[in-house]
């Protein structure tokens, strides 16, 4: 389980979080949504330990990540893999070598073919597996973020955190993604954390949703719950309407 | 134009970055660079790969700046000799300066702007690409396998390309010295093992390349590191590491010609 | 990563890095000699700015002089030192110390390496500065309202290299002389009095210090102004720039010193004693 407890962050004088609560159950897909600006990505680096609270906790299972300094973090990170807004492929790295370079620093697979191998299979769970030769300046943005989750995916983490995994690439991919997430919780057991603003992801794969309006946590529950909800910046949010309580 | 302007303000207030601060944090990259490497962090293909990499890189340039740091030298030398007379020591004259600090003073300054800048535009925009904190979400330590690797790739690479310089130069010299002054390269060659010179000249060059790569290295690292502000955050950094760079090589000439005279 | 070839062969690798420094060359010093022809045209032709001008003076100049000086300090004592602990081996005695430092200064060091510190900070500065607003279209901007980047951009900053490179050259130069002077009193016990000697210095030597300090000075501005203008497309592209500049310029300058020397030596040699 994820803990956030009483975590507040500012940079310079603005506060993008203060004090948030939720937890993040294990096994289950839970969503954090928000608009832009809304401080998703600041919350969820919260957990690798690449942002620190100004103030509160943050909980893996029974470690308090926010007191871990950066070499105990790494053993939080092969357990709690990131990916990230934006893909972060290495550019001197061809899609193969970016998914094999975990499994051969951390010793997973004894022979070069071994680790090629499983580098291989895990791109073809993101259907890129046609592209393992080609370099990062290659591809479009969808394809890059692709081979970043296969990236992710490469030390067999218990939870995985997506920042915003659909943005950016076609609906049809899109919805492979989804069901990428479905699946790795629902047959490999992951718990995923998912920021988004996708609205046919968190009404098709969430099992919970938490949204931040102005730095606060501003609703807490199921899908349904967020349908039936009459808080109007939650209506606003979820019908994606123009009008509305909601800032610009 | 006023973005560029307050860039360029704030790439002066790095560049000028309280120089005990500045030596601080480099002494701490040091230490960290010195801890991966002891702890068997250090990649090893990844230090191949970037020494391979300087050395591809750096090979032009050191062949054109030693080939004209030795017609300057015997260009300087020339009237110095002339006027006592002695052609004998033309070799003399042009070798004590290329080897003892003309040599490796230009060598560092060219690996820095070749090598040195290149290594802080890669490591900037690496850093402005979250692609350094991939690494670190990978559980992948940043300086045993970025950091350590290029240190060390830059250090040995200038230390062999002030050897190579060093001959070139003096090779380029008695050739100029042939072509100006009519003295026979062989005089030249005389002149320059005739016992006035000894290996003492030699390795007082090549320790100061060694504390010179140290120091271009430690700055180009630090200044990619602490990048910040997209594009031209990477050009200010590449800017910042270069001047902090050439002064520190100048200012550690100054204190190694003295510690190890 | 696999073990597919990441590398082409060695030898080709290394012969192609030459050959294409030689072709890479080729190409930049053509394209910087048209923003030169361009540079000069709009002096003559351009708008008059001396803000412009005044305020590149300013970034060029009084941001070097304290770079400059303090290295060229250093430099100064370190060239005493070496040059008389070598001397020593040779020559009974330093009393052409002073004169033949001076010598050395006037005709090559003073504006040799100022401009080398010069095409590092000043290089650099230009070309991330024009590299960036290359990269964000600033500079585009700038040709749709009919104004050309050189006579904007370059311009100033070409007058202002030459004036200010003179002046670092003197005040630089100056500051070596002085801390010298102390070195050799320090390390070899030489009087102030006969280490100030101007005996050696004669209009040949005068000649190749100022044309060198022109040549440096045009040379300079111009290749980090076209390194920065050249640049396309993301965060590497200014990088890259602002590395070029600095390889470009401090090349020009060791070649150059090398050609007005030996052509200052081949002309007048049998004049200057
Ligand atoms: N390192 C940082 N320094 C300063 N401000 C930051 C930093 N990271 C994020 N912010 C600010 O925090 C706010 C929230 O950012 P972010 O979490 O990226 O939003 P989003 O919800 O779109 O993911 C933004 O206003 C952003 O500018
Ligand atoms: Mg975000």
């Known amino acids: 389980m994820i803990s956030f407890r009483e975590v507040s962050k500012r940079f310079g004088t603005r506060t993008v979080l203060d004090r948030v609560t939720f937890d993040v159950p294990r096994g289950a897909i839970s969503f954090v949504i928000g608009a832009s600006g809304a401080g998703k990505s600041v919350l969820i680096k919260h957990v690798t330990g690449f942002v620190r609270p100004d103030a509160g906790e943050i909980w893996l299972d029974d470690l308090e990540v926010s007191r ?122 992951v718990t995923s954390l998912v920021v988004s603003h996708d609205l046919t992801s968190i009404f098709g794969i969430a099992d919970r949703i938490v949204m931040l309006y102005k730095g606060r946590v501003r609703l807490i529950g199921t899908p349904d719950d967020f349908r039936q909800s009459d808080d109007p910046v939650v209506r606003q949010f979820v019908r994606g309407e123009a009008e509305g309580p909601m800032d610009a | 134009m006023s973005d560029a302007e307050s860039g360029a303000r704030d790439e002066a207030r790095s560049a000028s970055e309280a120089p005990l601060r500045l030596a601080g944090r480099l002494a701490l990259l040091l230490a960290a660079i010195g801890r991966a490497v002891a702890e068997g962090e250090l990649d090893r293909r990844m230090f191949v790969k970037s020494l391979y990499e300087t050395g591809v890189r750096s090979l032009p340039i050191v062949v054109l700046t030693a080939l004209f740091t030795g017609g300057i030298m015997v260009v300087q030398a020339a009237p110095i000799v002339e006027r006592y007379g002695a052609h004998g020591l033309l070799g003399w004259g042009a070798g004590f300066g290329t080897l003892r600090e003309i040599g490796p003073l230009l060598t560092a300054l060219m690996i820095s702007g070749r090598v040195g800048a290149n290594n802080t535009a890669e490591l900037g925009t690496m850093v402005v690409t979250e692609q350094l904190d991939a690494l670190r979400a990978l559980a992948i330590d940043p300086v ?33 010295g042939a072509a100006l002054l009519g003295v026979d390269p062989a005089v030249f060659y005389t002149g320059l093992t005739s016992g006035l010179l000894g290996f003492g000249d030699v390795a007082h060059g090549l320790v100061k390349s060694v504390v ?50 | 990563m696999s073990d597919a070839p990441v590398v082409e062969h060695p030898r080709k690798r290394v012969l192609g890095a030459l050959g294409q420094a030689g072709i890479e060359t080729t190409r930049t010093v053509g394209s910087a000699y048209g923003v ?39 430099v100064g004592v370190i060239l005493v030192y070496q040059g008389g602990v070598q001397t020593q081996r040779v020559l009974p005695d330093l009393s052409q110390l002073g004169a ?125 102004a076209h390194a920065g203008l050249s640049a396309k497309g993301g965060s590497d592209a200014v990088g890259a720039a602002t590395t070029r500049a600095v390889v470009h310029s401090s090349l020009a300058v060791i070649a150059l010193d090398f050609a007005i020397s030996f052509g200052a030596h081949a002309l007048f040699g049998g004049y200057s004693r």
Not at chain 3, 44 to 70: D, T
Not at chain 3, 197 to 218: E, I, T
């Open chain 2, 144 to 176: 045993g396998f970025l950091i350590a690797p290029r240190f060390l790739a830059i250090v040995t690479t200038l230390l062999l390309a002030t050897l190579f310089a060093d001959a070139l130069a003096l090779v380029g010299a008695a050739y100029v």
């Open chain 3, 100 to 224: 033949t430092f001076l010598e050395l200064l006037v005709r090559d060091l003073a504006p040799s390496l100022a401009a080398l510190m010069l095409a590092t900070r000043v290089g650099a500065g230009i070309a991330a500065e024009l590299g960036s607003m290359a990269v964000t279209e600033q500079l585009d901007a700038l040709r749709l309202s009919a104004a050309d980047p050189v006579d904007y951009l370059v311009k100033p900053r070409f007058v202002a290299s030459i004036v200010m490179l003179f002046v670092l050259t003197i005040v630089s130069g100056t500051v070596a002389y002085a801390c010298g002077l102390v070195g050799a009193r320090v390390f070899f016990d030489l009087s102030p009095r006969s280490f100030v000697d101007s005996s050696l210095v004669d209009p040949v030597d005068l000649g190749s210090g100022l044309v060198k300090c022109l040549a440096y000075g045009a040379a300079i501005p111009i290749l980090s």
């Open chain 1, 68 to 189: 871990l300094g950066e070499r105990e973090l790494a053993s939080v990170r092969k357990r709690c893999a990131l990916v990230f807004q934006h893909a972060t492929l290495f550019d001197s790295q061809s899609c193969l070598e970016n998914v094999a370079l975990p499994l051969e620093k951390h010793g997973r697979g004894r022979t070069g073919a071994e680790i090629r191998a499983r580098a291989r299979a895990l791109l073809a769970r993101v259907h890129m597996e046609p592209f393992a030769d080609r370099y990062p300046s290659e591809l479009g943005e969808g394809m890059k973020k692709r081979v970043a989750i296969a990236r992710a995916l490469a030390l067999d983490p218990e939870y995985v955190l997506f920042d915003e995994p659909t943005t950016g690439l076609d609906p049809v991919n899109a919805r492979r993604v989804d069901r990428l997430i479905q699946t790795l919780s629902r047959e490999g057991g």
């Open chain 3, 36 to 74: 030169f022809v361009r540079t000069l045209y709009y002096l003559v032709r351009g708008r008059h700015e001396p803000g412009a001008i005044a305020r590149q003076m300013y970034e060029i100049g009084n941001r070097s002089l304290v770079f400059v000086s303090l290295v060229m300090g250093f």
């Open chain 2, 212 to 261: 010179f790569g140290v120091v271009i290295a430690l700055s180009s690292c630090h200044y990619g590191l602490a990048t910040t502000g997209g594009a031209p955050g990477v050009g200010r950094s590449v800017n910042a590491a270069v001047v902090v760079s050439a002064a520190g090589v100048f200012l550690c000439d100054f204190f190694v010609s003295f510690l190890i005279a």
